[in-house]
């Protein structure tokens, strides 16, 4: 259970951030301050929607804040929690060095990937669009350059052959929770010996496009399209282009070393099986 003097603020936005903070609470570690992006259009219809992060600190009567910049008055804001630790899960923003050290023991932040392995946007997308048999979770001390801090803790996990980027996403999240859970106690108690990532390892993953979704299915690799339809299956999603209108593949499988399409949406028209 959290110590009545332990308070920390959670830096974070979509669902990996709102499913971490259910983790949390389940092991009761609740934030004195949620930090999150602003409500953004979505869908067909472009309606404002609010994140899940806040929709998560609504539900659960958090204190919230939606910054558009870390102007002054932010910054008071969040000296006035006077906080032990800053936790950061997918907030999507680059912190200032000066929130990232604000925190009597810093900031940690958790990353889903073996780091320094795959530092950046898309660390899930990129362990299966590589082929790789083994992920895992990274818990890092946050330092003022991305995803380079040295290491508070680990786990490795194996990726399942079938196994798309959101059913690995879901596994990660929950060990990526669970370590933190763990590991909070003994940040508390200043009982951690953190390990410094070896910066000749490094390796780095960019943010996902929508133009990455494109195959060739007449000459890409079997094993490269199907590690792409994996990788891409919530989004941007895979496609090809037939008659100059793009054809969406939905569902695939790889048999016989084969790519085999199964099920595709063609441009303007409903999903529908592949004979």
Same mark, same amino acid.
């Given at each position: 259970?959290?110590?009545?003097?332990?308070?920390?603020?959670?830096?974070?936005?979509?669902?990996?951030?709102?499913?971490?903070?259910?983790?949390?609470?389940?092991?009761?570690?609740?934030?004195?301050?949620?930090?999150?992006?602003?409500?953004?259009?979505?869908?067909?219809?472009?309606?404002?929607?609010?994140?899940?992060?806040?929709?998560?600190?609504?539900?659960?009567?958090?204190?919230?804040?939606?910054?558009?910049?870390?102007?002054? @008055?932010?910054?008071?804001? !969040?000296? %006035? +929690?006077?906080?032990? =630790?800053?936790?950061?899960?997918?907030?999507?923003? #680059?912190? &200032?060095?000066?929130?990232?050290?604000?925190?009597?023991?810093?900031?940690?932040?958790?990353?889903?990937?073996?780091?320094?392995?795959?530092?950046?946007?898309?660390?899930?997308?990129?362990?299966?669009?590589?082929?790789?048999?083994?992920?895992?979770?990274?818990?890092?001390?946050?330092?003022?350059?991305?995803?380079?801090?040295?290491?508070?803790?680990?786990?490795?996990?194996?990726?399942?052959?079938?196994?798309?980027?959101? @059913?690995?996403?879901?596994? !990660?999240? %929950? +060990?990526?929770?669970? =370590?933190?859970?763990?590991?909070?106690?003994?940040? #508390?108690? &200043?009982?951690?010996?953190?390990?410094?990532?070896?910066?000749?390892?490094?390796?780095?993953?960019?943010?996902?496009?929508?133009?990455?979704?494109?195959?060739?299915?007449?000459?890409?690799?079997?094993?490269?399209?199907?590690?792409?339809?994996?990788?891409?299956?919530?989004?941007?999603?895979?496609?090809?282009?037939?008659?100059?209108?793009?054809?969406?593949?939905?569902?695939?499988?790889?048999?016989?070393?084969?790519?085999?399409?199964?099920?595709?949406?063609?441009?303007?028209?409903?999903?529908?099986?592949?004979?």
């Amino acid at each position: 259970m959290q110590d009545k003097n332990f308070k920390f603020v959670f830096f974070g936005t979509p669902d990996v951030a709102s499913k971490t903070l259910e983790i949390l609470k389940e092991s009761g570690f609740l934030p004195s301050l949620i930090v999150t992006a602003t409500d953004k259009p979505q869908g067909r219809k472009m309606l404002l929607t609010p994140p899940p992060a806040k929709v998560w600190a609504i539900e659960n009567n958090t204190e919230y804040i939606q910054p558009e910049k870390f102007d002054e @008055e932010v910054i008071q804001k !969040l000296r %006035q +929690i006077e906080a032990t =630790l800053f936790i950061v899960v997918a907030y999507g923003k #680059i912190l &200032k060095e000066e929130i990232i050290n604000m925190p009597t023991l810093g900031s940690v932040n958790i990353h889903y990937s073996l780091l320094p392995k795959y530092r950046g946007a898309s660390p899930v997308e990129s362990a299966i669009l590589n082929g790789d048999k083994i992920t895992g979770v990274s818990i890092q001390q946050m330092e003022y350059k991305m995803d380079s801090g040295p290491l508070i803790a680990t786990v490795k996990t194996k990726i399942e052959e079938a196994e798309t980027a959101p @059913e690995l996403r879901k596994r !990660l999240i %929950q +060990i990526g929770g669970d =370590l933190l859970c763990q590991m909070l106690p003994k940040i #508390i108690n &200043k009982e951690i010996s953190t390990i410094p990532q070896d910066e000749d390892q490094a390796t780095f993953c960019k943010k996902i496009k929508k133009e990455d979704g494109l195959v060739d299915i007449e000459k890409d690799k079997s094993i490269e399209m199907y590690n792409k339809y994996r990788a891409y299956k919530a989004w941007p999603r895979i496609f090809y282009f037939k008659d100059n209108k793009r054809v969406i593949i939905t569902e695939a499988v790889l048999h016989d070393e084969k790519f085999i399409i199964k099920k595709i949406i063609p441009e303007g028209g409903k999903e529908q099986m592949v004979n």
